[in-house]
C-alpha cells in the first residue's frame, strides 16, 4: 500500500517522542512556522515550504481521485481541488498512511459539507465503504465443498451459513451502473448494496431487493446461523423454495458460505 509522509504530523510526532520532549522554543517556532507553510500555499520567496506544499498537494490529491473515482468524476476539477486544497489546510489529520488520508478526507467532507448534496456526500461514503472492503484484513478463503446441483431442505438441513466476512451493508440514493452514477428522484426508495470481497480479491457491490435486505440484514447481525434457524425466522414470508434457491445463488457469488456441520 502506498504511504504518503505529510510533514507537518512528522514534526509533531517527533516532538512527541523522548528525544524531543523540551526542544528549545526557537526550534518550536521553526517547527510551527514550517508546519504552518505547508498547510497554507507559500509565497515563490519560500521555495522549500512551496515545493513540499506543491508535494503534499499532488500526493492528496491523487489519492482523492484514485479513491473516490465516482465521487471525483461528479465534481468540477475547480471544485475538487477546492476540496483537496481546504483539506490539507483545515483539517487536523494525524495518520500519513494512504488509507488513513482517504478516511480523514471523508471525515473532513463530513464535516464541511455544506456546499455539498446529500447525494455527492452518500457517494463519498459508498466509496469509501468499496475501499475499506478492499483493505479489509478479513481473509476470504476459497470454498472446497462439492454442493449437490440442486440444494434441497433436507440437505441444507445439517448446514451452517456463514456471511461473508468482509461483507459491509449501505443504502444510498443512487444506483452504480458500471462507471456510471444514477441519481434517484426524490420520491425514490434509495439502493440498498451488499459490498464484499471474493475468494480472488475482487470487490463485488451487489444491490440488493427487498427481499435479499430482508434476509440479509438480521443475518449480517448474526455472521452465522443454522439453515433451520434461517428457515424459521422466514418461512412465514418466503417460501422454502424462496430461501433455498437465495442461500444456492449467494452461495456461488461468496456472499454467504454453507458449512456442512454434520454427516
Sequence with gaps: ???????????????????????????????????????????????????????VWGNVHSVVTQTFPLFSENLTEETLQQWV???????HAIEPEFHHIATEFVRFVQSNNQTLSSQLTS?????????????NTNSVP???????ETLSAQWLSDCVIEVNPTLQLIEVPFQV????VQ????????????????SVHQVLSQPLKMNDRLILIPLSQYRSVTFES?????????????????????NQTELIKINKVKS
Excluded: C
Design 142 to 148: 476459497l470454498t472446497t465443498m462439492t454442493l449437490p
Design 183 to 198: 441519481f434517484n428522484e426524490v420520491e425514490e426508495t434509495p439502493q440498498a448494496y451488499a459490498v464484499y470481497r471474493n
Design 1 to 55: 500500500m502506498m504511504s504518503i509522509t505529510l510533514q507537518w504530523n512528522v514534526i509533531f510526532n517527533l516532538m512527541r517522542q523522548n528525544v524531543m520532549h523540551y526542544p528549545p522554543e526557537s526550534m518550536q517556532a521553526l517547527m510551527q512556522g514550517f508546519a504552518d507553510n505547508v498547510r497554507k500555499k507559500p509565497m515563490l520567496s519560500n521555495k522549500d515550504s512551496a515545493n513540499y506544499h506543491e508535494f
Design 177 to 180: 451502473k458500471g462507471s456510471k
Design 85 to 91: 486544497t481546504a483539506f490539507i489546510k483545515e483539517s
Design 230 to 250: 434461517l428457515l424459521s425466522e422466514f418461512n412465514e414470508n418466503l417460501s422454502i423454495n424462496h430461501i433455498i434457491h437465495w442461500v444456492q445463488h449467494f
Design 123 to 135: 457517494l463519498l461514503e459508498y466509496e469509501w465503504v468499496v475501499f475499506s472492503t478492499e483493505i
